[in-house]
């Protein structure tokens, strides 16, 4: 169970981690590069947050069905 733990605890610090990377979609990308840098980072991080909410959930069920006690 130690192992479980370093390894969710590893994918948490990886995810807070990749909130700093820049991500754009080819469409948002067109937009961003001929508008000002503020719309850019905005869709920026509207991008990154629409991505990392399905991954809290899968993060979040496995933790629960693993903490779950067998009976």
């Given at each position: ?14 995810c ?5 990377a ?5 469409m ?5 590069e001929s508008?000002?840098n503020s719309?850019?980072e905005?869709?920026?991080n509207?991008?990154l ?12 069920s ?10």
């Amino acid at each position: 169970m130690k192992g479980l733990g370093k390894l969710v605890f590893l994918l948490i610090v990886g995810c807070l981690i990749a909130a700093d990377a820049t991500a754009q979609c080819s469409m948002c990308r067109a937009v961003a590069e001929s508008q000002y840098n503020s719309l850019a980072e905005g869709l920026n991080n509207g991008i990154l947050y629409l991505m990392g909410i399905p991954y809290m959930l899968l993060i979040g069920s496995a933790i629960y069905l693993f903490r779950k006690p067998k009976s």
